[in-house]
T-cell receptor, first 114, second 113 residues
Framework: KAGVTQTPRYLIKTRGQQVTLSCSPI?????VSWYQQTPGQGLQFLFEYFSETQRNKGNFPGRFSGRQFSNSRSEMNVSTLELGDSALYLCASSFEGLSYNEQFFGPGTRLTVL | LAKTTQPISMDSYEGQEVNITCSHN???????ITWYQQFPSQGPRFIIQGYKTKVTNEVASLFIPADRKSSTLSLPRVSLSDTAVYYCLVGSGGSSNTGKLIFGQGTTLQVKP
């Protein structure tokens, strides 16, 4: 079974631009969660989508948004990029999306904002 | 979700057994304890999960005392490739507890030759 895939793997943007990241979950998984990882803040939860609906949301500004498609693939969008948005963005998928279920993480997208 | 506390870093040598203890004093009755491993620039990887007593799989063991206020991840005979950050998490299936994982700072394990 193929793992979680994320595209692109690396991205360089400038301040003020917007960016869209993509995540393809494991086949059959209905939950996709997004995380931001930085050296200073560690791994922080952004939001979770389940069956095309946002089910849980972390404490990030509205510039961070996402969506999920009928095939469970998910996209995350960050508008008006700031230098502090430079991070590794990870997505994770699971069948039911419960926190005690095993979550399968992708390799991440490394975003650099100049 | 219960907060967890674990050592920031640990050193070990190849071939040794490593035990990483995690404290979760406010663990709820229906919380599970889960450990993840993360290598640099990769996503975390599930290692093991338990509710009480002892759980063992092909890579690790998890010891949970009766009061469940702490847990110990045991890695037998570590190798250089076990150098990584290890995260302890607790979570349950409560109605408000969905795919949100709360990661602490984790324990950076450095295995030396």
């Amino acid at each position: 079974k193929a793992g979680v895939t994320q595209t692109p793997r690396y991205l360089i943007k400038t301040r003020g631009q917007q960016v869209t990241l993509s995540c393809s979950p494991i086949s059959g998984h209905r939950s996709v969660s997004w995380y931001q990882q930085t050296p200073g803040q560690g791994l922080q939860f952004l939001f979770e989508y389940f069956s095309e609906t946002q089910r849980n949301k972390g404490n990030f500004p509205g510039r961070f948004s996402g969506r999920q498609f009928s095939n469970s693939r998910s996209e995350m969008n960050v508008s008006t990029l700031e230098l502090g948005d430079s991070a590794l963005y990870l997505c994770a998928s699971s069948f039911e999306g419960l926190s005690y279920n095993e979550q399968f993480f992708g390799p991440g997208t490394r975003l650099t904002v100049l | 979700l219960a907060k967890t506390t674990q050592p920031i870093s640990m050193d070990s040598y190849e071939g040794q057994e490593v035990n990483i203890t995690c404290s979760h004093n406010n663990i709820a009755t229906n919380d599970y304890i889960t450990w993840y491993q993360q290598f640099p620039s990769q996503g975390p990887r599930f290692i093991i999960q338990g509710y009480k007593t002892k759980v063992t799989n092909e890579v690790a063991s998890l010891f949970i005392p009766a009061d469940r206020k702490s847990s110990t991840l045991s890695l037998p005979r570590v190798s250089l490739s076990d150098t990584a950050v290890y995260y302890c998490l607790v979570g349950s299936g409560g109605s408000s507890n969905t795919g949100k994982l709360i990661f602490g700072q984790g324990t950076t394990l450095q295995v030396k030759p």
